[in-house]
């Protein structure tokens, strides 16, 4: 909003010596650059995280700036640098509130006044354009900047975070003020006390009011504002009084409230002005002893929000500027019941607890309840003395499905509002159910519950919890716009409409006459929910219109995974509030640029997948529309957004998903956030590369033994790197946006011998300096010796198998086995072998080994190549094997397959002590067998003082720790072979302390990328 006052330079003032002038001008586009560099200078000014951890951009200030719905936002400017910034918007709900969305100063001119100077601009423009009063939000800890806030004329809400108020807009709006400054600055003669901390004002009845001050040498301006009702309700100067006031006590529904008017300005009838749940007269005569009324506060279907205005009581002032003076009328019930919407009960469950919140001081109260509308039980309950307590009423038998809960209070022979419960008995109907009930209109499936709220229409998601209560599990909402954040939308009472599985909610857009929203949700009997929205102009003109769905999580999904198909892969990186992702920068622009429209999230148990085909971009992450035009007398409405819930990890959302035949972009190679080359053994010289794969620039750092080696800015197509300039163990730190991740590994020199290879009699062997490998490959080429330092390590039969345990043929050692749907391994020693030298590079080693291949066409195995690699590194003690079954033409049978080693580590296997990272207090000895448990990432065999033997994997599959008591143990890598997978095990043999170091490297590193 552009003004012409503007033209004159608002600050002169005298710093480091210098003259300094900064005017103030209202933002526009080509100010975008500028902005960013203000918002990356201002980072140590704003709590920790709050704005991101990625460089700003101008595509991300203009983007906020055309979202926000803004009034106006106003630039410090000094010479070519933007030093300041406020943006002011409408406050949500409220048409004549405005709100500072946005405040900021750059950290090195705190303490010059331009926080004042912005603030004072927008109460100024503000009153300016009519508004009433004008808010914000600031943050606890902000305690520096309470006092400029409340000498600006805000005032801290209490019980808040912290919300402050100020109704200067209005004031200054007022000819009664301004005849009293005359030419003065009302800063100047504004007197209020600077306390930070919540403006506790009450008056003698306990009203919560703020009362603002003026002081001109004896004479005082006085003006009180009702907290609850958001509105003037007292005014005092050399020459008018007039004032509001109410009874004391609790304000209860039904319960009249006294009204009285004082003044020496009100006219001999005033007139009334109530709002809708209040009754109350439509007139009165002031007369002497008769100057009040009653107001009797209705009890309500849909409960005002704590955080919006008061119903309101007023009385009209006239004059040449007529105004108001009135109070809010906030009414509570006396006693309540607090539930989730549904309850979902145990079979033969014939009770159920009911939570009661109470605020009257009343002793007992009566509950009635009825099932579908016919009443089954009536009970008086004592209330105790704390405010929460608990009772239970007994259910009658009930039929598998769903059905209404009414409940309904009486407390002194008055009737409260019924409450309604979902009570669902079995299994749900196949075909989801709609209800009504007094906060929200339920839709129950077979597996979730979703509520619609009667204020603002949000989709609440439910899930079943341990009892019968439910857990919120996450939202759902399309909302038109712009303004999406702090919109009027947000807060309305909705009409509902309800269907079969179906429930429109509809209401008028305050902000916009003519203007119609309505929101559809559905949930599909497969279980999966769908919204769309739609604008209807009733209006006399042309008007623009879009749409963005808002999508999260609650439990359990708060310290769940991000996952995003990115056109280079699956990205799948725990969430850092605030950081990852990073809502403005982190995320493409257009949907297209995804690898298919969905996202998604995921605890492991439960997921959450989002999926938006025909919405064109992404908006922090959430999808967004094009701008549409709506003709006089017609609609527009957005694609439709749908939300799938599943019972599993990510692999069996997406399985779910593709049953549905939703796009998922395929099989997506699998990313971190982090993207980085360090391996556990790595050669000195080795260039270490760090980027991370999201699109936001952050800070990227890398720093070895506590030095840093080098730094800058990185994201997914800039990275940075610097060679290793040490040998021995070492701390690697990788650090992106100040955070840091260390990474502990072991450097090798350059010139460390290359392992050797030799061949003789058809047996192959590795060694490496202290480690040997013997390989036969005629015998399903397996490992059948492992010598560290000349000790064996291994248990196997060679050369011929033999028996052990069950198993027969028995060949030990480690080796690699194919199998059909029932267990049976292939006899690999039934067909041709063929093998050859296997070389690469690793982290800048040589890595050598052997390869072996075998084909396989076999009527219950199918058509197979197999491959199988046994290799080492230089000096470490460490062996690896890598086995891949791949049809020959891509038609896989079934089945399993797996690499199995049987350890005996310094020989030893009938003492040996077994742990896991699964079982990390696990010391389990040979006394008894406890075979066939998931051992997670690593598992352990140890001989105590002789040596220890771990395998570690971060391949898919499961790593069984198989225990045959005295008979020792080995470990098991199980993958199921029906499409291309692979098995990648590290085999790490120790005898000494820096043995153990590096089982402590290989454990860290391996399991950070198998998270």
């Known amino acids: 909003m552009e003004n012409s006052d503007l033209s004159e330079p608002l600050i002169e003032f005298v710093g480091r010596g210098l003259m300094e002038t900064v005017s103030l001008e209202i933002y526009t586009k080509t100010n975008a650059d500028a902005v960013a560099r203000m918002w990356s200078e201002s980072r140590e000014g704003w709590p920790p995280g709050f704005l991101g951890a990625s460089e700003f951009t101008p595509q991300s200030i203009e983007m906020e700036e055309n979202s926000s719905g803004k009034l106006f936002t106003v630039l410090a400017i000094e010479g070519d640098r933007v030093v300041g910034y406020c943006r002011t918007t409408p406050y949500g709900g409220e048409p004549d509130a405005a709100y500072v969305a946005l405040l900021n100063v750059v950290p090195d001119l705190h303490g010059r006044k331009l926080g004042k100077k912005l603030l004072l601009d927008a109460v100024r423009r503000t009153a300016e354009d009519g508004y009433y009063r004008i808010d914000l939000h600031t943050w606890p800890a902000n305690l520096k900047a309470m006092p400029l806030y409340k000498k600006t004329g805000f005032f801290w809400v209490p019980d808040s975070m912290v919300y402050m108020q100020n109704y200067m807009p209005f004031l200054l709006g007022r000819t009664e003020l301004r005849d009293f400054l005359g030419d003065r600055d009302w800063y100047d003669c504004f007197a209020r006390e600077l306390e930070v901390e919540p403006d506790e004002q009450r008056t003698e009845s306990g009203r919560e009011v703020f009362n603002y001050l003026f002081r001109i040498g004896n004479e005082n301006f006085r003006a009180q504002f009702d907290r609850r009702g958001r509105i003037l309700s007292s005014i005092e100067t050399p020459s008018l009084?007039?004032?509001?006031?109410?009874?004391?006590?609790?304000?209860?529904?039904?319960?009249?409230?006294?009204?009285?008017?004082?003044?020496?300005?009100?006219?001999?009838?005033?007139?009334?002005?109530?709002?809708?749940?209040?009754?109350?007269?439509?007139?009165?005569?002031?007369?002497?002893?008769?100057?009040?009324?009653?107001?009797?506060?209705?009890?309500?279907?849909?409960?005002?929000?704590?955080?919006?205005?008061?119903?309101?009581?007023?009385?009209?002032l006239p004059g040449d500027h007529p105004f108001s003076i009135g109070i809010g009328i906030r009414a509570e019930e006396p006693v309540s019941i607090l539930s989730s919407p549904v309850r979902r009960l145990s079979p033969g469950q014939k009770e159920l607890a009911l939570d009661i919140r109470k605020l009257t001081e009343a002793g007992s109260f009566k509950l009635v309840a009825s099932l579908d509308g016919n009443v089954f039980h009536s009970e008086a309950f004592t209330l105790k003395e704390i405010i929460f307590q608990q009772v239970r009423i007994p259910l009658p038998e009930l039929s598998n499905g769903s059905c209404e809960l009414g409940l309904t209070l009486i407390l002194d022979g008055k009737a409260g509002a019924e409450e309604k419960i979902i009570l669902v008995s079995g299994p749900s109907a196949r075909t989801p159910e709609t209800f009504l009930t007094r906060k929200e209109a339920v839709i129950v499936g077979k597996d979730c519950t979703l509520a619609i709220s009667r204020t603002g229409a949000w989709g609440s998601l439910w899930i079943p919890g341990e009892d019968d209560r439910e857990k919120r599990a996450g939202t759902i909402r399309i909302s038109a716009g712009p303004p999406y954040w702090n919109s009027d939308l947000l807060h309305q009472v909705y009409d509902f409409e309800l269907g079969d599985g179906e429930v429109i909610a509809e209401t008028a857009w305050p902000s916009r006459p003519g203007l119609k929203y309505e929101i559809r949700y559905r949930m599909d009997p497969e279980g999966f929910l769908i919204a769309r929205s739609s604008v209807t102009n009733e209006s006399s003109t042309d008007q623009k219109v879009s749409f963005i769905a808002n999508w999260g999580g609650g439990f359990p999904f708060v310290a769940g995974d991000r996952i995003i198909p990115l056109q280079k892969g699956l990205l799948v990186c725990p969430e850092v509030y605030n950081q990852i992702p990073d809502m403005a920068e982190d995320y493409p622009r257009d949907t297209a640029e995804l690898a298919a429209p969905w996202l998604a999230l995921s605890s492991g148990k439960k997921s959450l997948l989002a999926w938006f085909p025909g919405w064109e971009k992404l908006q922090y992450g959430r999808p967004e529309t094009e701008e549409m035009i709506i003709p006089h007398g017609e609609s527009v409405q957005s694609p439709p957004f749908r939300v799938l819930l599943s019972k599993g990890d990510l692999k069996d959302l997406l399985a779910d998903a593709r049953i549905l035949g939703w796009d998922t972009g395929g099989a997506l190679e699998r990313m971190d956030f982090i993207n980085h080359n360090i391996e556990p053994v790595m050669c000195e010289g080795y260039e270490l590369i760090l980027s991370h794969n999201l699109l936001g620039k952050r800070s990227g750092a890398i720093s070895i033994n506590g030095s840093l080696i080098t730094e800058g800015s990185i994201n997914s197509e800039k990275s940075i790197s610097a060679a290793v300039n040490i040998t021995g163990n070492a701390e690697i730190a990788l650090g992106i946006a100040g955070r840091e991740s260390v990474y502990p590994a072991r450097i090798l020199s350059g010139s460390a011998p290359s392992p050797e290879l030799t061949e003789?009699?058809?047996?192959?062997?590795?060694?490496?300096?202290?480690?040997?490998?013997?390989?036969?490959?005629?015998?399903?080429?397996?490992?059948?010796?492992?010598?560290?330092?000349?000790?064996?390590?291994?248990?196997?039969?060679?050369?011929?198998?033999?028996?052990?345990?069950?198993?027969?043929?028995?060949?030990?050692?480690?080796?690699?086995?194919v199998m059909d749907g029932r267990e049976n391994p292939f006899r690999l020693d039934t067909v041709k072998c063929t093998w050859n030298r296997f070389e690469t590079v690793s982290a800048g080693l040589p890595e050598k080994g052997w390869e072996m291949l075998w084909k396989v066409?076999?009527?219950?195995?199918?058509?197979?190549?197999?491959?199988?690699?046994?290799?080492?590194?230089?000096?470490?003690?460490?062996?690896?094997?890598?086995?891949?079954?791949?049809?020959?033409?891509?038609?896989y049978l079934g089945g399993e397959f797996d690499t199995r080693g049987f350890l005996s580590p310094g020989g030893e296997h009938h003492s040996v002590i077994l742990t896991a990272q699964n079982k990390p207090l696990l010391r389990q000895g040979r006394k008894?067998?406890?075979?066939?448990?998931?051992?997670?990432?690593?598992?352990?065999?140890?001989?105590?003082?002789?040596?220890?033997?771990?395998?570690?994997s971060v391949s898919e599959g499961i790593l069984f720790s198989e225990d045959y008591a005295d008979s020792g143990c080995h470990f098991s890598?199980?993958?199921?072979?029906?499409?291309?997978?692979e098995i990648?095990?590290?085999?790490?043999?120790?005898?000494?302390?820096?043995?153990?170091e590096l089982s402590r490297i290989y454990r860290a590193q391996l399991i950070e990328k198998s998270d």
Not at 242 to 263: D, L, M, N, T
Not at 935 to 941: F, I, S
Not at 973 to 981: G, I, S, V
Request: net charge negative; glycine share 8%; aromatic share 12%.
């Open 857 to 891: 066409d076999h009527k219950k195995y199918g058509s197979l190549d197999l491959a199988w690699r046994v290799s080492m590194l230089p000096e470490v003690p460490v062996l690896k094997t890598w086995f891949c079954p791949q049809a020959c033409s891509e038609a």
């Open 973 to 981: 890598f199980f993958n199921a072979h029906d499409r291309r997978r």
């Open 760 to 817: 003789e009699n058809g047996i192959l062997s590795i060694s490496n300096g202290r480690l040997k490998a013997l390989i036969d490959p005629s015998e399903f080429g397996h490992v059948y010796s492992l010598l560290l330092d000349g000790v064996e390590f291994l248990m196997s039969s060679h050369p011929g198998p033999s028996d052990f345990a069950w198993e027969k043929p028995w060949f030990g050692g480690i080796l690699p086995r």
């Open 928 to 952: 008894h067998a406890g075979a066939w448990f998931d051992a997670g990432r690593w598992g352990r065999v140890e001989t105590p003082r002789k040596g220890f033997v771990e395998a570690h």
């Open 984 to 996: 990648e095990i590290f085999w790490l043999l120790g005898n000494c302390d820096n043995d153990e």
């Open 241 to 316: 009084s007039a004032s509001v006031a109410r009874s004391s006590g609790k304000i209860f529904y039904g319960k009249p409230v006294r009204i009285s008017f004082e003044g020496n300005s009100l006219p001999q009838e005033l007139t009334i002005e109530s709002h809708k749940y209040l009754t109350a007269p439509e007139s009165i005569t002031m007369q002497e002893g008769s100057r009040g009324f009653d107001v009797i506060p209705e009890p309500v279907e849909v409960p005002v929000p704590d955080r919006d205005r008061s119903p309101r009581v007023a009385a009209v």
